[in-house]
């Protein structure tokens, strides 16, 4: 990148905002994480003990329009972790010391240093420059943009079930069989497509991206450290750009990392704080607005039946996730600042997928009561690996799964005060899609208990009531990757305002797009 978003030049905003800082001397030039001519500094830090700043993102505070966050690790610690923060010419307006958060993997006992540097006074929908840096180190550099405050247009992403395109382990053959060479394998369910889903995301350019759990498998590698680090290393080129605000899925759980299993997940991202959080649950959900949008991300481990990751922790929140959710979900819906409510979460309360995770009865239980008191207007998902969406879904059958029920059928103008519409994507990326699954005509299994564990794996396992699917809306059988797009557009006093949702099939690894359907929520603006 030679250029900003608004014309300036890089480079020479780079170069200002160093000799801003008093670091102009002596520095090589990494762009955006891309290094350039190390030979125009002689004189640049080399110490090869300097562990570099790794895994560059951001997340939003939670107030988006002025708060952001910059995050980066290291495998060792590190003296002085600060950002530079200026205009798009370079002018300096922030230095901002980061603070430092570490766990020690359960499994590796490798030690693991996240670094957050949380910016405040932002000025909204205004493009930044800022570099990541600590002693030693070549300074990293991107920019991003802050969200909007009040009624704007912007577009947002969201996928979820993404792994690595890296290989992590290597292969054992069988038993007798001798190979002349060592082969490595994928070990956390990703493939190719986990670097082509990202490349699409970029083609898109949102203000931000919704990921909606099992980020990478992590607690599947054989090398935990290495998933994350893998995990990071592909989507930087994104994330440093872009917030991206996620869930926690099941194979976020990690054995012996923290009472829980989340603390890997809890130490590389800062999040907003929520209330009824304590040091076990920090950062596990959380809110945020961008414009008249606020979104919601929820962890649904807390209240599902499936036994799906390390260890088994349902019911873990003791009650305080939901007591937030149903106070935040209030206060959303009677502010007339906020058309649209989002939630972002993992496990699902639809699917029409045979032979694979299926529904949980437990978000139905608990979260969808919710959803349909407070008007939610869409909740984005992942768990299943493939694409579909329900109709606008309000009210449930007097059953044993709860079969929701759906308020309306038109399948490309839906008026969400009808009901919510269920987005499951999943198909960020794992080797292991379920986009062939389908059940013909649509059913879902729902997972309703589960059952003793057991003696040999430990896993209490799930026990399945299966229903017919009315509520099946769009299902994508075709292709196994892709992502949705949404654009909100806020309307004008007194008419509607729409999001316009295209769902885009993930083609090649130049991440070629391909655009498998477009559809419309709308609503009335409230203010």
Same mark, same amino acid.
């Given at each position: 990148m030679?250029?900003? @978003?608004?014309?300036?030049?890089?480079?020479?905003s780079?170069?200002?905002?160093?000799a801003a800082?008093?670091?102009?001397?002596?520095?090589?030039?990494?762009?955006a994480?891309?290094?350039?001519?190390a030979?125009?500094a002689?004189?640049?830090?080399?110490?090869?003990?300097?562990?570099?700043v790794?895994?560059?993102?951001?997340?939003?505070? %939670?107030?988006?329009?002025?708060?952001?966050?910059?995050?980066?690790h290291?495998l060792?610690?590190?003296?002085?972790?600060?950002?530079?923060?200026?205009?798009?010419?370079?002018?300096l307006?922030q230095?901002?010391?980061?603070?430092?958060?570490?766990?020690? @993997?359960? !499994?590796?006992g490798?030690?693991?240093?996240?670094?957050?540097?949380?910016?405040?006074?932002?000025?909204?929908?205004?493009?930044?420059?800022y570099?990541?840096?600590?002693?030693?180190?070549?300074?990293?550099?991107?920019?991003?943009? /802050?969200?909007?405050?009040?009624?704007?247009?912007f577009?947002?992403?969201?996928?979820?079930?993404?792994?690595?395109p890296?290989?992590?382990?290597?292969?054992?053959?069988?038993?007798?069989?001798?190979?002349?060479?060592?082969?490595?394998?994928?070990?956390?369910?990703?493939?190719?497509?986990?670097a082509?889903?990202?490349?699409?995301?970029?083609?898109?350019?949102?203000?931000?991206h919704?990921?909606?759990g099992?980020?990478?498998y992590a607690?599947?590698?054989?090398?935990?450290?290495?998933?994350?680090?893998?995990?990071?290393?592909?989507?930087?080129?994104? %994330?440093?750009?872009?917030?991206w605000m996620?869930?926690?899925?099941?194979?976020?759980?990690?054995?012996?990392?923290?009472?829980?299993?989340?603390?890997?997940?809890?130490?590389?991202?800062?999040?907003?704080?929520?209330?009824?959080?304590?040091?076990?649950?920090?950062?596990?959900?959380?809110?945020?607005?961008?414009?008249s949008?606020?979104?919601?991300?929820?962890?649904?481990?807390?209240?599902?039946?499936?036994?799906?990751?390390d260890?088994?922790?349902?019911?873990?929140?003791?009650?305080?996730?939901k007591?937030?959710?149903? !106070?935040e979900?209030?206060?959303?819906?009677?502010?007339?600042?906020?058309?649209?409510?989002v939630?972002?979460?993992?496990?699902?309360?639809?699917?029409?997928?045979?032979?694979?995770?299926?529904?949980?009865l437990?978000?139905?239980?608990?979260?969808?009561?919710?959803? @349909?008191?407070y008007?939610?207007?869409?909740?984005?998902?992942g768990?299943?690996?493939?694409?579909?969406?329900?109709?606008?879904?309000?009210?449930?059958?007097?059953?044993?799964t709860?079969?929701?029920?759906?308020?309306?059928?038109?399948?490309?103008?839906?008026?969400?005060?009808?009901?919510?519409?269920?987005?499951?994507?999943?198909?960020?990326?794992?080797?292991?899609?379920?986009?062939?699954?389908?059940?013909?005509?649509p059913?879902?299994?729902?997972? /309703?208990?589960?059952?003793?564990?057991?003696?040999?794996?430990?896993?209490?396992?799930?026990?399945?009531?299966?229903?017919?699917?009315?509520?099946?809306?769009?299902?994508?059988?075709?292709?196994?990757?892709?992502?949705?797009?949404?654009?909100?557009?806020?309307?004008?006093?007194?008419?509607? /305002?729409?999001?316009k949702?295209?769902?885009?099939?993930?083609?090649?690894?130049?991440?070629?797009?391909?655009?498998?359907?477009t559809?419309?929520?709308?609503r009335?603006?409230?203010?």
């Amino acid at each position: 990148m030679n250029a900003s @978003d608004d014309g300036s030049d890089f480079e020479l905003s780079r170069r200002r905002l160093l000799a801003a800082a008093g670091l102009g001397a002596g520095l090589g030039a990494v762009v955006a994480g891309t290094p350039v001519a190390a030979a125009e500094a002689p004189g640049a830090p080399t110490d090869p003990a300097i562990p570099p700043v790794a895994g560059l993102h951001l997340q939003f505070g %939670a107030d988006a329009a002025a708060q952001m966050t910059v995050s980066w690790h290291s495998l060792q610690p590190v003296r002085r972790p600060r950002v530079l923060l200026g205009r798009m010419d370079g002018r300096l307006e922030q230095t901002v010391e980061a603070q430092t958060v570490s766990y020690v @993997d359960g !499994k590796s006992g490798q030690t693991v240093h996240a670094h957050h540097a949380r910016l405040s006074g932002l000025r909204p929908d205004t493009a930044y420059l800022y570099g990541a840096l600590h002693e030693g180190a070549v300074p990293q550099f991107a920019t991003f943009r /802050t969200a909007p405050r009040g009624r704007a247009a912007f577009t947002f992403t969201s996928f979820g079930d993404q792994g690595t395109p890296s290989l992590g382990k290597a292969y054992v053959p069988p038993e007798g069989v001798k190979l002349p060479d060592t082969l490595w394998v994928n070990d956390n369910l990703g493939s190719p497509s986990a670097a082509d889903t990202t490349a699409g995301v970029e083609r898109v350019q949102p203000l931000f991206h919704l990921f909606n759990g099992d980020l990478c498998y992590a607690n599947l590698a054989h090398d935990r450290v290495r998933a994350w680090w893998d995990f990071w290393a592909n989507n930087s080129r994104s %994330a440093s750009r872009r917030p991206w605000m996620p869930s926690p899925g099941n194979h976020e759980n990690e054995l012996g990392n923290g009472p829980i299993g989340y603390q890997a997940y809890q130490t590389y991202f800062a999040v907003p704080e929520a209330a009824g959080q304590t040091e076990l649950t920090r950062g596990l959900w959380y809110a945020f607005t961008v414009g008249s949008v606020r979104v919601l991300s929820i962890a649904n481990d807390d209240v599902c039946y499936q036994d799906g990751g390390d260890s088994y922790v349902r019911g873990y929140s003791a009650g305080a996730q939901k007591a937030w959710l149903e !106070k935040e979900l209030s206060a959303a819906r009677a502010s007339r600042d906020i058309d649209w409510i989002v939630v972002c979460m993992h496990q699902v309360a639809i699917s029409t997928a045979d032979k694979f995770n299926g529904a949980d009865l437990g978000v139905r239980q608990e979260w969808t009561p919710l959803f @349909d008191r407070y008007g939610v207007d869409l909740v984005v998902c992942g768990h299943e690996h493939h694409y579909e969406r329900s109709h606008p879904l309000r009210g449930h059958e007097a059953n044993a799964t709860l079969t929701p029920l759906a308020a309306a059928t038109a399948t490309d103008a839906i008026d969400t005060r009808q009901g919510t519409v269920h987005m499951v994507i999943g198909g960020g990326g794992t080797s292991r899609p379920s986009n062939a699954l389908f059940f013909d005509p649509p059913q879902c299994r729902v997972i /309703t208990a589960v059952g003793p564990p057991d003696p040999k794996t430990g896993r209490r396992p799930p026990i399945y009531v299966t229903e017919r699917a009315p509520w099946s809306a769009v299902r994508n059988a075709a292709h196994a990757y892709g992502f949705a797009a949404f654009a909100v557009d806020p309307g004008r006093p007194g008419g509607l /305002t729409t999001i316009k949702v295209t769902y885009y099939d993930v083609a090649g690894p130049d991440g070629r797009l391909a655009p498998f359907e477009t559809f419309t929520l709308r609503r009335p603006r409230r203010g």
